[in-house]
């Protein structure tokens, strides 16, 4: 009889797994099981859904040719078979079977030579008096986000309040307040939006999105009860009660491992299950992967939790050429990941600065913005870029970046992530050939100038002070005996002048060698330009000219108004 | 007396290398010398400005902030002078001088500590009779470029011949017949358009958008003579006379070597300079770089020529952080490119098919098509996507993509390119994490799908045939004894059977398994799909079944309509 492996779970790398293992051995016999009707759907569309971007919930669940994976495709396409609404109760690894208690209530055991466990997560559970309330819901499964779309859709949602400042709360906060012109508030326990995943002054800059868009954002803020009278109405935080119709609760995942654990199987103590590069479990006949397992951090080389479609997808194909007999492996992951916010695209892979010094990195991080295509080519976006470093080594240890040609983002961080697995230092990306055109970028692109300014600072040549920080020297420019000296040309630095004459100076920098004396020994300098470049270059006759200390501002008064400061229109 | 670096050359690398070396060691005296009166220009604008994207010609000699970048400018903003149509005549090494020619007919002879050549490149010499007339130009400076655009907007030009069909010929062709309606052909001497940097299929699809804009592409043709009674009227080839008031010759660039070779530095037999990874050349004393320089290709480890605009930039910097007294090298390049055809973006790196087989590697290329973003995502697009690989070792050698965001092109190209010095195999780059959401890739993105296919080739379990031998075979399908078994569902299928009934035949990929017998094992069949998905999948349903020898079409019939073959519409 013919090999027969079972497969639990059945949204992502599930199905991945016994597509591929089925192409490379066709004899092979292979059972998947979910507990859910709905399977081999795109959850991440969720959102995409939910906005009404994509019209029907089945268009999650097709291929690129539009036909419907569910278990008669499954059976005909692929040639194996599908047990929806059923559920694994259990593992004997010794008898090598799973118990499975269908629909119907009936239990059914199956006997496996293989089996792969890709059970997935589910929401967090904050435990918020109230969740449970009609109107709560944590999203990560096409079933809630039916039930959300039939709300909105038919206009019983006027407020909505989503938890957690993540991927998916951001776009379900654009897909709510975007789409459904629904009065949406994200709260956030941690000072900033995307916690972990950028840096602070980037997190800033798509809040500001977030708020131009009409979406209310409160950080350091949390969720202490949902109320209302047989559904939700209001949330009351740490600070206040809000109205609302819906409650989107998006505070992460966590591994489903129960079942594995049950098992017998290694189960870290954050709950993933620990696998191998081959992504065998401690048991080599049984296999794991995606939302539920742990897999190794390329860049802190610790244990990790990556769940992302993405991985799970190529981990999927990882797994059903190792089922057929084959040796592949996956060597773990550095996180690089995409969302979009409204009009900007933020991607970024690796470690932010936040992650980097909480692993214990001795890092900085080197902030820019400029032009995704030449700056002579019509058509053009300013992008944001942070590379996060290890001083020292001049390791890069993370890229972010963020701008409205979310596509342009998304490939410069792509191309820095892929490297990263091989260590590179500032100078290897300063380096890194990418392609040049004028429509599509300039002769020193976006990701080599971003590692010439960290090698600018890991010299010690560069003294750059972040926007934050600049907005804090700024709104106490008096105590700090502040100078804010205008390094761009009349025009641009005018109105800073006119409106704040006692802080801010202009003098061109193709003036500063000739005009030092106007330049004063007692106060603390703050150089600006456009985006980072002449304050630079201002400094360094600074320096040589013995005037000490003055600082210049990254990414310059363009990445500073996205930002949301802007001095000239100060009340 | 403080140290003085000579710069030969001013637009892209030498400024570059003056304005790091001053900003590094501002004591350092730097003098810059060009032959012409226009320096540091964007080069590779000069198409759009003769389109008109750029509106003028200063717009290329500015910086992002609007500054032109002429003599008064590098005096006032980087502190170095510039001395501009000035022709260097010599290189006494022994007692470290150079000897100018001034506009004024004055020779100055200039001592130097260091020196620095980029003296770029001229225009490939075909010694065509006739190039000299007024209204031929080989475009490789902003002085032709301008005598070009003036002709072109008084109206002075119907017919255009363009020689050569490299990026900056097909840029060219774009900027005349699109923004200025002019009757333009493009001639090339070997059989495909972008010869060298892409695969024959690739470059038929870009053909294709050429053609579409009223382009004529002339390929396997080669001009005799250009003629005209005191300016260009005619261009006579191998096979006809055309009509022309204009030819813009572009079959490349040399590098320009004389100066280097008379003062006894080492020059390569094809004419590059040699320098090593600091970019000095045989003397430590003398820097060259961009244009004029030979570095290593990092696929194949041979010296090669990468004359990009976008290298330059990047060498300037090596050098200027070297004369300074730093220690940084310039390893090599792996050829990465971009160029926007009309509608297309196209970009590569590495080496295209033909490329490699030239080099000597056994090596084969998967071809794909797949959508940027997420299919069930609104916005979106197909990308053609081919990975060069070479056989036993899975190692990529190249890569090139193209398709309408072109962005979205680039990116991905530019996340391949990134790993190729590290030499990736197959595998690398299936699993190569690249960022997703579904507004900006798929969870299984263009770049893991391609690898994925070579993979499946590698492993011989796909049988592919490409468009070119698809073609080829379907043109001859009566003696090929040729069926194409469609294996998409009816509707996309059936207008090809009713046109074709004796040589299509429609089995959707769900009902091969049961319909077996409906297969012809006396016929040479071809499995066709809409992107080379389910036609590989049914590929293995047939070799399952001891049907062997189908092969399945790369790409699929999205890829064979770009390709300009649409069999439900011959006549």
């Given at each position: ?363 900085f991080s080197a902030q820019i ?20 470093v290890?001083r ?60 010439n300014a960290a090698e600018n600072m890991l010299a010690g040549r560069s003294h750059p002070v972040d926007p934050?920080t600049f907005?804090?020297m ?8 502040l100078l804010v000296l205008?390094t ?31 330049v004063?020994?007692?106060r603390q300098i703050l150089l600006v330009c456009?985006?980072g470049g002449r304050s630079y270059e201002s400094q360094l006759i600074l320096e040589h000219a013995g005037i000490h200390g003055a600082l210049n501002l990254q990414g310059g ?15």
């Amino acid at each position: 009889m013919s090999k027969h492996v079972v497969v639990i779970g059945g949204v992502a790398l599930g199905p991945k797994a016994a597509c591929r293992l089925k192409r490379l051995e066709p004899d092979t016999r292979v059972t998947l099981i979910d507990a859910s009707k709905l399977i081999s759907y795109g959850g991440c569309g969720i959102p995409y859904y939910i906005s009404g971007d994509v019209s029907d919930h089945t268009q999650l669940q097709t291929t690129s040719f539009h036909m419907v994976r569910d278990e008669p495709f499954f059976k005909e396409c692929k040639d194996f078979d599908v047990i929806t609404e059923a559920w694994t109760e259990s593992i004997d690894r010794k008898n090598k079977q799973v118990t499975v208690r269908l629909k119907t209530g009936e239990k059914q055991v199956l006997g496996y030579d293989k089996l792969v466990i890709a059970t997935g997560s589910s929401p967090r559970d904050l435990k918020i008096p109230g969740q449970e309330l009609p109107g709560a819901f944590a999203i990560t499964n096409l079933n809630s986000a039916i039930e959300i779309k039939e709300m909105v859709s038919k206009g019983d949602v006027g407020k909505a309040v989503i938890v957690g400042a993540g991927f998916i709360g951001l776009e379900m906060a654009e897909a709510l307040a975007d789409m459904w012109g629904i009065d949406t508030t994200v709260i956030e326990i941690a000072d900033q939006v995307l916690p972990g995943v950028v840096g602070p002054n980037m997190a800033k800059v798509a809040q500001e999105e977030l708020e131009k868009n009409d979406v209310s954002v409160l950080l350091g803020e949390f969720v202490q009860a949902i109320e209302g009278d047989g559904k939700v109405q209001r949330v009351r935080t740490n600070k206040q009660t809000i109205d609302a119709d819906l409650v989107i609760l998006s505070v992460g995942v966590v591994p489903n491992s129960e079942l594995a654990a049950e098992a017998g199987l290694a189960v870290s103590p954050r709950g993933g299950i620990q696998v191998g590069k081959t992504m065998q479990t401690s048991d080599p006949d049984i296999y794991a992967g995606g939302d539920c397992v742990e897999i190794e951090n390329l860049i802190t080389g610790k244990p990790a939790y990556f769940p992302l479609g993405s991985m799970a997808n190529r981990q999927g194909r990882v797994i059903g050429t190792n089922l057929a007999g084959g040796r592949d492996t996956f060597d773990g992951a550095v996180g690089s990941f995409a969302v979009k916010i409204f009009d900007y695209g933020v991607a970024g892979a690796g470690l932010s600065i936040g992650s980097a010094l909480r692993e214990g990195f001795d890092a900085f991080s080197a902030q820019i913005i400029q032009f995704d295509h030449s700056h002579f080519y019509p058509e053009k976006d300013l992008v944001a870029f942070e590379l996060v470093v290890e001083r020292g080594t001049g390791r890069v240890l993370g890229v972010q970046g963020l701008g409205s040609n979310g596509d342009g983002v998304k490939g410069r961080v792509d191309a820095v992530a892929a490297t990263l697995k091989y260590k590179p230092t500032v100078k290897d990306i300063g380096n890194l050939e990418v392609a040049y055109a004028p429509p599509f970028s300039s002769a020193m692109d976006v990701v080599n100038t971003a590692a010439n300014a960290a090698e600018n600072m890991l010299a010690g040549r560069s003294h750059p002070v972040d926007p934050i920080t600049f907005a804090e020297m700024w709104n106490n420019r008096r105590e700090n005996n502040l100078l804010v000296l205008d390094t761009r040309e009349q025009g641009n630095a005018e109105p800073f002048v006119q409106k704040h004459p006692d802080y801010w100076k202009n003098i061109p920098q193709g003036q500063l060698r000739c005009r030092l004396d106007e330049v004063p020994r007692d106060r603390q300098i703050l150089l600006v330009c456009n985006t980072g470049g002449r304050s630079y270059e201002s400094q360094l006759i600074l320096e040589h000219a013995g005037i000490h200390g003055a600082l210049n501002l990254q990414g310059g008064m363009g990445l500073l108004t996205r930002f949301g400061l802007n001095p000239a229109e100060e009340e």
